[in-house]
């Protein structure tokens, strides 16, 4: 005995499900292209990127060379160049980031940044109290107070003495920072010990290193300036891009 097979296609037949098809299939392509206009816009910015980064680089050492420059500076003026186009790229991130809040609706939009930088400020026992006591004022905090910014390799964040007017979180990267109060403590105090250990020579001792140490990342710098007048107590510099 011989069995027929039968059609297994399936294809619209009333003008509702003809609709549904043009619609889905409509919708289908405006949902390609886009992807493959964001794809090309991408490749585009980092192509125009690349493009800068070696004019700059060529124009550099056009310069560097008719003015005999020494070879350290050189490099330093090139790799200069490098990280400021890093910068730039993170710069057109945070635009986009800009630009998909203004997208969202007011509630959402909350709600995204105080899941994305709640975890910053929970890392601290002060906010984690606050989120606990107060969980609008928290919110606030994460939404209309925290703002991100970067910074280059070699950049002074803060200096000595000078008017603290916010607190810092390190998020990424690496970060020094100086503690004078050490020193003051010395020259003032007059500890023998940690006096011969400045004035002596050679490499850095245990007590330069106490004072000039790596901050590392999720510290918090400077939260008594949010109840009092607080002047800053040491130099804050970043040692790479953070």
């Known amino acids: 005995a011989s069995q027929l097979q039968g059609t297994v296609d399936v294809y619209p037949v009333s003008p509702i499900e003809r609709a549904f098809a043009a619609v889905q299939l409509l919708a289908s392509v405006v949902v390609l292209a886009l992807l493959i206009s964001k794809l090309t816009t991408v490749?585009?910015?980092?192509q125009e990127a690349k493009a800068t980064e070696r004019r700059l680089l060529n124009a550099s050492?056009?310069?560097?060379?008719?003015?005999?420059i020494s070879p350290q500076l050189s490099y330093s003026v090139r790799n200069y160049i490098r990280r400021k186009q890093s910068i730039d790229a993170r710069h057109s991130h945070n635009r986009d980031e800009l630009e998909l809040f203004r997208v969202l609706p007011a509630e959402l939009r909350r709600a995204l940044l105080q899941e994305a930088r709640g975890p910053i400020l929970l890392s601290q026992l002060l906010f984690a109290a606050v989120k606990k006591c107060n969980l609008r004022f928290f919110e606030r905090l994460c939404c209309d107070?925290?703002?991100s910014t970067t910074v280059l390799p070699d950049d002074h964040i803060?200096?000595?003495?000078?008017?603290?007017?916010q607190v810092y979180f390190v998020v990424a990267g690496e970060t020094t920072y100086f503690a004078y109060t050490g020193v003051a403590s010395v020259l003032m105090g007059g500890d023998s010990n940690n006096m011969n250990a400045m004035n002596s020579g050679g490499e850095m001792s245990d007590?330069?290193?106490?004072l000039h140490r790596g901050v590392p990342e999720g510290t918090c710098l400077c939260e008594p300036a949010l109840w009092v007048r607080w002047l800053h107590r040491g130099d804050f510099d970043a040692t790479s891009q953070a």
């Open 43 to 46: 490749m585009h910015e980092m």
């Open 207 to 210: 007590f330069h290193k106490k």
């Open 158 to 165: 803060f200096s000595v003495a000078v008017l603290c007017l």
């Open 145 to 147: 107070l925290l703002h």
């Open 61 to 68: 050492q056009i310069y560097l060379q008719e003015h005999n």
